[in-house]
């Protein structure tokens, strides 16, 4: 008789994240990367403009940071893959129904690609289970879609730097750390439900 215990439902595994509850297939898996494609496509639309800045305020950052969390790695960095790749085809998906890649506010959709893969390590590491883990995982996250953002900003506009961060991450510091408060809402809690 064997003495080794049973995983839990969730919670125990090493390397879980939120779609790894599903029922594991390629059939789940390519589901989950166009159904986050599709979600930060739809994110996109709440566009708001800024006053002085080619960058609109959107729900795009907080998708693709949500889509990297629950997703993981691999299936956030795809989901993210197949938002810019559409969109960079034509689809008009990009903030306030934009596409392609003249749009100065490109930048922070690469960015947007990698902070998805670096949030998706971090929840595989159990970064997205509390509320104080979280927070740090998603200012990460907008640190780094910043990062790439604003310089493509400043490339693509002839803006000098400061003229770019005055643009392109000023206007939304407030908007993220509203983000990262609901996300700090959102992802603790859903893993504590399902815990249950």
Same mark, same amino acid.
């Given at each position: 008789?064997?003495? @080794?215990? @049973?995983?839990?439902?969730? /919670?125990?595994?090493? /390397?879980?994240?939120?779609?790894?509850?599903?029922?594991?297939?390629?059939?789940?898996?390519? $589901?989950?990367?166009?159904?986050?494609?599709?979600?930060?496509?739809?994110?996109?639309?709440?566009?708001?403009?800024?006053? /002085?800045?080619?960058?609109?305020?959107?729900?795009?950052?907080? $998708?693709?940071?949500?889509?990297?969390?629950?997703?993981?790695?691999? !299936?956030?960095?795809?989901? *993210? $893959?197949? +938002?810019?790749?559409?969109?960079?085809? /034509?689809?008009?998906? %990009?903030?306030?129904?934009?596409?392609?890649?003249?749009?100065?506010? %490109?930048?922070?959709?690469?960015?947007?690609? *990698?902070?998805?893969?670096?949030?998706?390590? *971090?929840?595989? !590491?159990?970064?997205?289970?509390?509320?104080? !883990?979280?927070?740090?995982?998603?200012?990460?996250?907008?640190?780094?879609?910043?990062?790439?953002?604003?310089? +493509?900003?400043?490339? $693509?506009?002839?803006?000098?730097?400061? @003229?770019?961060?005055?643009?392109?991450?000023?206007?939304?510091?407030?908007?993220?750390?509203?983000? @990262?408060?609901?996300?700090?809402?959102?992802?603790?809690?859903?893993?504590?439900?399902?815990?249950?």
């Amino acid at each position: 008789m064997s003495t @080794a215990a @049973a995983p839990t439902r969730t /919670g125990t595994r090493p /390397g879980e994240v939120l779609a790894d509850l599903l029922p594991a297939s390629r059939v789940r898996d390519t $589901a989950l990367v166009l159904g986050g494609a599709a979600l930060t496509g739809l994110a996109a639309q709440i566009s708001l403009p800024v006053p /002085g800045s080619p960058v609109p305020v959107t729900g795009q950052t907080f $998708a693709a940071l949500l889509v990297g969390t629950a997703l993981g790695t691999r !299936r956030g960095f795809l989901s *993210l $893959a197949v +938002y810019a790749l559409v969109g960079m085809a /034509g689809v008009p998906w %990009f903030a306030g129904g934009g596409s392609g890649t003249a749009a100065p506010s %490109f930048g922070y959709i690469l960015g947007m690609l *990698l902070a998805a893969t670096v949030v998706g390590a *971090l929840a595989r !590491r159990g970064a997205d289970r509390s509320v104080l !883990r979280t927070a740090g995982t998603m200012l990460l996250g907008e640190a780094i879609i910043y990062a790439i953002g604003v310089p +493509y900003l400043a490339l $693509a506009t002839g803006m000098s730097a400061s @003229a770019a961060i005055a643009a392109g991450l000023t206007p939304f510091l407030i908007g993220d750390a509203l983000k @990262a408060a609901l996300a700090m809402g959102v992802l603790p809690t859903a893993w504590k439900f399902l815990n249950r």
